[in-house]
């Protein structure tokens, strides 16, 4: 289904014949400048038009009676979509000292359009990313590490609830009301990891003892929803959609030992 953010399978499948063959032009415009201290400097700005790209056709996505599982139909068919993406990365990178690292910020704009869709933002678009990651040589055989990310949430299609269809033979059809196509987004993504690392030399090469914490300030980051239908626990009576986010990883300490020859 479309609007997912992850999946376990990626699925690839040759052009038809009857297709057009996608393509893009990009133009690129950038300043970079290195200190003497090599210390890098970037600075980028895009600008992208995408033509014939391939957008599947969204399935049915229905909810038998008697059923409180959600169900979604095959599909193979596809619409022909057009895109344009612009943006600016920035980039300060410092590789030399006691202490390294970089910081980078970009910003992004992308906009897809289909034959029954006007202009939407697919559910990769990003308006900002931060990413900070900082190494500090404590000792000789020491380090300590720090790494942060930000990035404003991704859009999806909002789930306003559902009707009940009636056949003549008593079958009942629940369908989805859905929002504008990725109309909302989801919640701002955060996530800060430390680590402290230890080297020695061991046999012919070397041994690291690593402690590392990822996600130390324990933030909920949203893969996605889940929806359910909720009922009266007394009277069974329809209440209406229940929406569950699927977390992402919680706080986690890791340790280990690694061995390099």
Known sequence: PQDVNFHFIDIWMGLRQD???SY???????LEYLTPENTLFRAEAYYKNMYHMLTLKQAEFFQEEDSEEFRIDPFNEFYDTDGIAK???LLIKKTHGKVRGWLGYTYADILKQTEVEPWFHPQYDRKHTV???CDWQWTERTHVSSAIAYSSGNPYTPILGHTQQWYDNGYAKNELITGDKNSERYPAYFRW?????RRKPFLKGHREFYFQIINVTNHLNVLGYIYDNEYDDHTG???????MGIPMFPIMPTFGMRFEF
């Open 237 to 243: 009576e329809y209440i209406g959609i229940n929406r």
């Open 131 to 133: 990413d900070f990651v």
């Open 24 to 30: 893009a032009n990009h133009y690129i415009i950038g």
């Open 193 to 197: 990891d430390i680590s402290f690392v």
């Open 19 to 21: 297709l057009a063959a």
């Open 87 to 89: 943006g600016l990365e």
